[in-house]
């Protein structure tokens, strides 16, 4: 598969209203004129949390939202006798039974008192949702006991039962392909891409996508990867984001207006960690090549110090706000959160007078 890295971007590319230059990180991320009135998410393990967090602040931008084992929203704060943290890694994870696991109805009330609040968007948004979950019965990470949780919480918001696709089979903890190459079905070991027959990415973006889907492509690709600075889109000291992000630009995308999907990798999964490996080999880009989408895939990087994040997981447990006894990471503040969506809204902004170049 032949895939051009854009490292810089002729001047004529950046936007006026783009002051950074190309630096290490790569070039800023330029404007596509991206439709964002169908944006939808996806993320595996800690960034399926952060799949679920966002869809459910930012409702009003998020059209559909692919959960792949994980939580629901807010499910670090289901126990208020213990700290999001021990939420996190107990309660969010591999909890003993049902009865000690998060709850659906539990993360429902706090996105509802939290949009009374004014910290997140009005809950009414997530009625109109598509949904795509998924759970492996050899995974013993994020139990299903924990993901039966997603579905339930959505069914709470009020989506109409076939707009909820939950699929179930073997696997362990990992995102699945059809790659002979990936590790077997039913294994749980880095780098949590797993071969079970099926391409779970184009499967996610069809449901989430409805009537318009097309396959995905099965040819090379005719896109570009970017590879673009996202410390201007950053704010505080305690992110645990990568300098570089990087976004799939079809061919068509260069010149038309197209919806954008944002995919989270999990924990041990960034660019820091893997290289190409999560951004080019897990589908997403066939499927958006013959769909008119743009992928952007943000990037956590691994910290062993400030803040603690040793494995490089998205934040669903509050270890990037910047007041640690006041955590925010389920809000519309959340700095990861803010980020990414500063991103799209780069991404939806008009393009510059020159066009991308071609592959």
């Avoid at 910290?303 to 509050?318: A, E, L, Y």
Wanted: proline share 7%; net charge positive.
């Amino acid at each position: 598969m032949k895939m051009k890295l854009m490292m810089a971007v002729p001047c004529g590319l950046l936007l006026a209203a783009i002051p950074l230059a190309a630096s290490a990180a790569g070039p800023a991320l330029p404007g596509y004129g991206a439709d964002l009135s169908q944006t939808t998410v996806s993320g595996i393990s800690s960034g399926g949390f952060m799949a679920a967090q966002l869809a459910t602040a930012y409702s009003s931008l998020v059209k559909g939202v692919g959960v792949i084992a994980a939580g629901p929203y807010d499910c670090a704060s289901t126990y208020p006798g213990q700290s999001p943290l021990q939420n996190a890694v107990t309660t969010c994870m591999s909890p003993f039974s049902a009865a000690v696991g998060p709850s659906a109805a539990v993360s429902w009330r706090s996105a509802q008192r939290r949009a009374q609040e004014g910290t997140i968007d009005p809950v009414a948004n997530l009625a109109r949702q598509r949904v795509y979950v998924f759970s492996g019965a050899s995974d013993a990470t994020v139990r299903t006991i924990v993901v039966d949780q997603v579905a339930e919480y959505y069914r709470l918001a009020g989506v109409r039962q076939d707009a909820i696709l939950y699929r179930r089979n073997e696997a362990g903890h990992a995102i699945i392909t059809a790659r002979e190459q990936d590790a077997a079905c039913a294994e749980t070991r880095a780098p949590y891409i797993n071969n079970c027959g099926f391409s779970q990415s184009a499967e996610l973006l069809t449901h989430l996508s409805g009537a318009r889907s097309r396959p995905a492509a099965t040819g090379p690709l005719t896109g570009i990867i970017i590879k673009f600075d996202q410390r201007e889109f950053i704010k505080g000291s305690r992110s645990s984001m990568d300098e570089a992000g990087y976004a799939y630009v079809p061919r068509e995308c260069q010149d038309n207006a197209c919806v954008v999907h944002v995919a989270f990798h999990g924990c041990q999964q960034g660019a820091s960690q893997l290289g190409e490996r999560f951004y080019m080999g897990t589908g997403y880009n066939e499927y958006a090549d013959a769909n008119r989408m743009i992928v952007l895939y943000p990037q956590v990087r691994p910290s062993g110090g400030i803040p603690p994040n040793p494995r490089g997981c998205w934040d669903f447990w509050g270890y990037s706000g910047e007041d640690q006894h006041r955590p925010d990471f389920q809000t519309r503040s959340a700095p990861q959160m803010a980020a990414v969506v500063a991103m799209l809204q780069r991404l939806g902004q008009p393009r510059a007078a020159a066009a991308a170049p071609a592959p």
